[in-house]
T-cell receptor, first 115, second 114 residues
Framework: NAGVMQNPRHLVRRRGQEARLRCSPMKGHSHVYWYRQLPEEGLKFMVYLQKENIIDESGMPKERFSAEFPKEGPSILRIQQVVRGDSAAYFC?????????????FGPGTRLTVL | AQSVSQHNHHVILSEAASLELGCNYS??????LFWYVQYPGQHLQLLLK??????LVKGIKGFEAEFIKSKFSFNLRKPSVQWSDTAEYFC????????????FGKGTHLIIQP
């Protein structure tokens, strides 16, 4: 059973470009979470999605950032017009639809560098 | 809002020493508590979790943690560490519903010297 997959693992963008980060959850998981880790910081929650729905986006910046989890295909975190401050590691996690023993399984992360 | 505080950012121990990493959280309601580990070059892995029941939780690789509700604490312990325990350790919490995003501490970088 493959784990959470993220691609690309490393992404370099110039200021003003768009960054698209992909996350394929574990098989059978319908919940996806995105987190951002800045240098010397812990992971910060950004957004929580279920298939085709955003459940909680309280941690996501209001501008330039968006996320989706379509019925088919991976979840996408999209950052428009990137700035240097967006440089970070972005982690995706997935969990099954079980509220009682919710455990989030993490992917390897995408390291975004903005030049 | 929830917050998590990890007291030690860097810890250096010798092999066979005992380990205790502090974690305190701030939240007024029912919480679920987690410890994750990130070995060098690898992704986060769950060490152990607490949802309810026995406040002393045993996890993988000989780790355990104790939930003390009155102290809002969930400290991680291991009686005898090994060189392979060198890693970054993160304490995390979410609300009692269980499906919410996690609030993480800043992490503790543990180095075990042979």
């Amino acid at each position: 059973n493959a784990g959470v997959m993220q691609n690309p693992r490393h992404l370099v963008r110039r200021r003003g470009q768009e960054a698209r980060l992909r996350c394929s959850p574990m098989k059978g998981h319908s919940h996806v979470y995105w987190y951002r880790q800045l240098p010397e910081e812990g992971l910060k929650f950004m957004v929580y999605l279920q298939k085709e729905n955003i459940i909680d986006e309280s941690g996501m910046p209001k501008e330039r950032f968006s996320a989706e989890f379509p019925k088919e295909g991976p979840s996408i975190l999209r950052i428009q017009q990137v700035v240097r401050g967006d440089s970070a590691a972005y982690f995706c996690a997935s969990s099954s639809n079980t509220r009682l023993t919710n455990e989030q399984f993490f992917g390897p992360g995408t390291r975004l560098t903005v030049l | 809002a929830q917050s998590v505080s990890q007291h030690n950012h860097h810890v250096i121990l010798s092999e066979a020493a005992s380990l205790e990493l502090g974690c305190n959280y701030s939240y007024g309601g029912t919480v679920n508590l987690f410890w994750y580990v990130q070995y060098p070059g690898q992704h986060l892995q769950l060490l152990l979790k607490y949802f309810s029941g026995d406040p002393l939780v045993k996890g993988i690789k000989g780790f355990e943690a104790e939930f003390i509700k009155s102290k809002f604490s969930f400290n991680l312990r291991k009686p005898s560490v090994q060189w392979s325990d060198t890693a970054e350790y993160f304490c995390a919490v979410n609300s009692g519903g269980g499906a919410d995003g996690l609030t993480f501490g800043k992490g503790t970088h543990l180095i075990i010297q042979p």
